[in-house]
């Protein structure tokens, strides 16, 4: 009986898991086919969206990839950085020309790197490859491995792109080359779009190394002089579509960070799933779990930020408090061997809700040394 509890509790909280920083080739979603033949004709577009609590995506096929792909080439106004297209393993900063808004917060500066994704990271360490990241596509490529292979960027006053054009699989140059972008608007949208992708995510990481689309934030901790770094979501996108021709649009949505006073704090508590406090030391409306918790619980506002929601609407009730009350009552109905499992589950979610639900992405992060992590910083860029 005991371990029937135990089969359950696994099934039923999975998704409780897998929200953690994982390896996505384990997610499972419908495969979307797209016509060889769809340059040549007018489509209707496929629209496909979902609600990631920080963000929200639609996924697009169709004539949509057309009008959305911004193509940078050496003809056009866009940098082509010869370092990262004759490299691998490398990354480097480049400023936005706008304040961008992730996750809530406001960054102004992006490293590209080599391996298809953007690096938001405040301090660039040995895991930026773990969170704190912008992913249209994260996967081994090597672009020192063909001539052809390109990564261009440009950045103005209301977009940046992103390109990886033509690179190849470190492991798997059969395969074919992958061509893709990013873009980035003062808004806060991003948009991934796709021109040629041989593989899906799912089949990459089955060949070499662990792919993902997506996004994911983080922030450091400083405990005694060593910093530790705490991943705390992740966007993670279906592993297995068809993504050639394909367009992904993701929306920010309204978090406790967000919100710029206590009126528009305690509006945003009662109105979305978040727990938010306003803090007057600070002035700072935050949950704890952001890129200010270092300062929040430094400024003691987990002790002292106030919330005067009373009430949540519909909208913001955790699906969380309900899977729990079902399994609760599993569990005791099965066998009262079960109490003892209850209880360390009940005291689980607790700590969960209360914060205790972060997880440790990495320690001992040491930004002095970034010349010996796994991914070293490239010589500044070149134009052509």
């Not at 371990?3 to 996505?24: A, G, I, K, N």
């Not at 969170?131 to 596509?137: E, L, R, S, V």
């Not at 068809?242 to 960070?257: E, I, K, M, Q």
């Not at 300062?295 to 949540?312: F, P, Q, R, V």
Request: proline share 3%.
């Amino acid at each position: 009986m005991l371990s029937l509890s135990l089969l359950l509790l696994l099934l039923l909280f999975s998704p409780l898991v897998l929200c953690r920083f994982r390896d996505v080739s384990g997610h499972n979603s419908d495969t979307l086919e797209l016509s060889s033949s769809s340059r040549f004709r007018r489509e209707t577009p496929t629209v496909m969206a979902e609600n990631h609590l920080y963000y929200t995506s639609h996924f697009y096929t169709g004539d949509t990839f057309s009008d959305t792909w911004y193509e940078l080439t050496n003809e056009t106004a866009s940098t082509y950085h010869a370092q990262l297209s004759d490299g691998y393993y490398l990354y480097d900063s480049v400023q936005l020309q706008f304040k961008f808004p992730f996750y809530g917060h406001y960054i102004e500066s992006v490293a590209i790197t080599t391996h298809g994704f953007l690096s938001t990271a405040d301090i660039l360490h040995r895991a930026i490859y773990l969170t704190q990241f912008i992913a249209p596509f994260s996967a081994d490529f090597n672009p020192s491995l063909s001539d052809t292979s390109r990564i261009y960027y440009t950045s103005t006053a209301d977009l940046f792109v992103a390109q990886w054009s033509n690179v190849y699989l470190d492991t798997n140059q059969s395969e074919g080359a992958f061509t893709f972008q990013v873009q980035l608007r003062p808004s806060g949208e991003i948009t991934f779009a796709y021109k040629t992708i041989p593989l899906s995510v799912r089949q990459t990481s089955k060949r070499a190394y662990s792919s993902v689309s997506g996004l994911a934030d983080g922030f450091i901790l400083n405990n005694g002089g060593s910093l530790y770094l705490y991943s705390y979501h992740n966007v993670t996108l279906p592993d297995d579509r068809n993504l050639t021709r394909a367009v992904y649009v993701l929306t920010p949505l309204p978090n406790c960070v967000t919100a710029t006073d206590k009126h528009s704090c305690n509006d945003t508590s009662c109105t979305t799933s978040f727990e938010c406090g306003w803090c007057e030391s600070l002035s700072l409306c935050s949950d704890g779990i952001d890129r200010m918790r270092q300062e929040w619980y430094d400024a003691d506002c987990h002790n002292t930020a106030l919330s005067y929601c009373t009430s949540k609407t519909a909208a913001s009730t955790s699906p969380v408090v309900v899977v729990i009350v079902v399994l609760v009552v599993i569990l005791l109905v099965i066998t009262p061997g079960t109490i003892l499992l209850t209880l360390l589950l009940v005291y689980a979610v607790y700590r969960y809700r209360k914060g205790g639900g972060l997880w440790v992405v990495t320690s001992q992060v040491k930004p002095e040394k970034c010349d010996q992590v796994v991914l070293r910083e490239a010589d500044d860029a070149n134009t052509s």
